[in-house]
């Protein structure tokens, strides 16, 4: 505090600054449609269904003994995946004791602030990078990788996204939100009626003209609902209070949210464009996150756990900050995100 005094004088007092981060906001993984699944290897072996089908059973003599029916058989492929690895590490220095020093003159205080600072760092840039990843996956129909054995993952395989034609969202003669209900009725032939089922809502990613179309079209407006409405749904009310920062609002029963500030989405999506995503029940396993372990450390980062953080000193026991994300995001559903925009 002496040089404080030396330049402002003996009453000169150290305040927190007014500082805020441009932080990327973690809509996706705030709307939790991602199980996350717990691995103690960082590679794994997924299996996928190659034929699907419904089986019906057909009718049958009650007599006759060789008169049966017989399930067919489904088949199913493996394939093993690595998982993207994110690494971060901060040493706590002397330099950083002599800055924090100015609010905490204690050693011991500024060493923990410095460390607390810089966990908190890695947290939200893993979270960020994860953030991203589940934004591609999920919009991108993708996961890109330059470590991964796999390199990069096409959910779609090489086929085409689902795509319906434009819409006329500023349209007062023809409600464009019948439009989206058969964007939806395409969604459930997508998915099937076995996975139909399992939906358990609908999230409209709306940009643009789309968004404002969805909000304000006088056809719709009526039917446009809000989290403090008796009518919304707990599932839309939910939504809103953890993505406070979204315009938010429900029609007909399907959450649409307003990411025209998302340049991340709006690069999936186009910047008058639109995405009908089905949420659907864990169970179902359409949307996985899967999280490994560390692989830095001989014995630290195994928790099952999706951000591995832990501290090591060097040789003079100053403490290093080591934060490790190994993760993979699978999207077993890329047909049935149904793209689109405003005419």
């Given at each position: 505090?002496n ?16 500082a ?9 993984t ?9 691995h ?10 190659i ?19 017989a ?33 905490y ?7 923990l ?20 990843d ?14 991964a ?18 819409i006329?969202?500023a349209?007062t ?42 909000s ?5 407006s ?15 009310t ?31 999506i186009g ?18 996150l899967?999280s ?22 060097d ?20 047909q ?7 005419a």
């Open positions: 505090m040089d404080l005094s030396t330049y402002f004088g003996v009453n000169t007092a150290v305040v927190t600054p007014f805020y981060e441009n932080a990327l906001n973690t809509l996706i705030n709307l939790d449609l991602f199980d996350v699944q717990y103690t290897e960082n590679s794994i072996l997924l299996t996928d269904l034929d699907q089908f419904v089986q019906v059973a057909g009718e049958t003599s009650p007599y006759a003994q060789s008169d049966w029916n399930s067919k058989r489904q088949e199913w492929s493996n394939k093993l995946f690595q998982m993207k690895h994110v690494g971060s590490i901060n040493a706590v220095t002397s330099r950083d004791l002599e800055q924090y020093s100015r609010q003159p204690n050693r011991s205080d500024a060493m602030v410095a460390v607390n600072d810089f966990s908190e760092a890695h947290y939200r840039s893993h979270a960020n990078r994860v953030e991203v589940l934004i591609t996956a999920l919009l991108g129909l993708k996961v890109e990788s330059e470590y054995g796999q390199g990069d993952l096409d959910f779609l395989d090489g086929q085409a996204k689902t795509t319906v034609p434009a006329d969202f349209s003669t023809v409600n464009p939100f019948l439009a989206i209900r058969k964007a939806v009725r395409l969604q459930s032939e997508k998915l099937g009626s076995g996975l139909a089922a399992k939906r358990t809502g609908v999230i409209i990613f709306a940009a643009g003209t789309a968004a404002d179309g969805l304000s079209n006088p056809l719709i009526d039917m446009v609902k809000y989290a403090g409405d008796a009518s919304a749904t707990a599932l839309f939910r939504m809103v209070d953890s993505n406070p920062a979204y315009d938010s609002f429900q029609i007909g029963g399907i959450t649409v949210i307003d990411v025209s500030m998302f340049p991340e989405i709006v690069a999936h910047e008058n464009g639109f995405a009908i995503v089905p949420v659907m029940d864990k169970a179902a396993q359409c949307y996985q899967h490994g372990v560390g692989v830095r450390h001989a014995e630290l980062g195994q928790d099952a756990v999706l951000h591995h953080q832990y501290l090591i000193k040789e003079f026991q100053f403490p290093s900050v080591v934060t490790e994300t190994s993760y993979l995001p699978v999207n077993n559903i890329p049935a995100i149904i793209f689109g925009s405003a």
